[in-house]
């Protein structure tokens, strides 16, 4: 079956604009979580939806929002881009959060210049 | 909180070398603990997993055992291939169900 697509796959914006970026989790899957991957950072935990209801939340600004669909997939929106944004975006998902493991799409790498 | 902390990288070996990279965690309860590969370009790929105290994951010749009294679940390969070059994540599954990762080992094998 197809696994988790994320796109666009890379996107390059300025400071001060707003993206959006969209995962389709595995069919049947309705949990997603979003993470962010950066050389200095590593991996971190974003936040998680379930049954389009957020569920977890990680340290991160207000600027940081997201959605999920009933049909399960979910949307990340960053409004004002800061340079520090700059990053590998990855969404996993799984059948419910007590489902292990998570099952990662490819990434949507985000350059801010 | 719940952490891990992984073996900093990048590691470099010969093809057929032996390869442990080091993983502890702190958790409450009782995680389910995980390894996870990223190839260049791609996302993670789940390379094997214990979900208790005393299993052992494997796939792909890699290893790895729940030690609960060291809290440890280091990953080993016996004779790593230029194919194993990639970077390696430590997790755990904890509390809430959230996952927290390690901040990841680069493995570079040389032929």
């Known amino acids: 079956k197809a696994g988790v697509t994320q796109t666009p796959r890379y996107l390059i914006k300025t400071r001060g604009q707003q993206v959006t970026l969209s995962c389709s989790p595995i069919?049947?899957?309705?949990?997603v979580s979003w993470y962010q991957q950066t050389p200095g950072q590593g991996l971190q935990f974003l936040f998680e939806?379930?049954?389009?209801?957020?569920?977890n939340k990680g340290n991160f600004p207000g600027r940081f929002s997201g959605r999920q669909f009933s049909n399960s997939r979910s949307e990340m929106n960053v409004s004002t881009l800061e340079l520090g944004d700059s990053a590998l975006y990855l969404c996993?998902?799984?059948?419910?959060?007590?489902?292990?493991?998570?099952?990662f799409g490819d990434g949507t790498r985000l350059s801010i210049l | 909180g719940d952490s891990v902390t992984q073996m900093e990288g990048p590691v470099t070996l010969s093809e057929e070398a032996c390869l442990t990279i080091?993983?502890?965690?702190?958790?409450?309860?009782?995680?389910?603990l995980f390894w996870y590969v990223q190839y260049p370009g791609e996302g993670l790929q789940l390379l094997l997993k214990?979900?208790?105290?005393?299993d052992k994951g494997s796939n792909k010749g890699f290893e790895a055992t729940y030690r609960k009294e060291t809290t440890s679940f280091h990953l080993e390969k016996g004779s790593v291939q230029v194919s194993d070059s990639a970077v390696y994540f430590c997790a755990l599954s904890g509390t809430g169900n959230q996952f927290y990762f390690g901040t990841g080992t680069s493995l570079t094998v040389i032929p």
């Open positions: 214990a979900t208790k105290a005393d």
């Open positions: 996993a998902s799984s059948l419910d959060p007590r489902d292990q493991p998570q099952h």
């Open positions: 939806y379930f049954s389009e209801t957020q569920r």
């Open positions: 080091n993983c502890t965690y702190t958790a409450t309860g009782y995680p389910s």
């Open positions: 069919s049947g899957h309705r949990s």
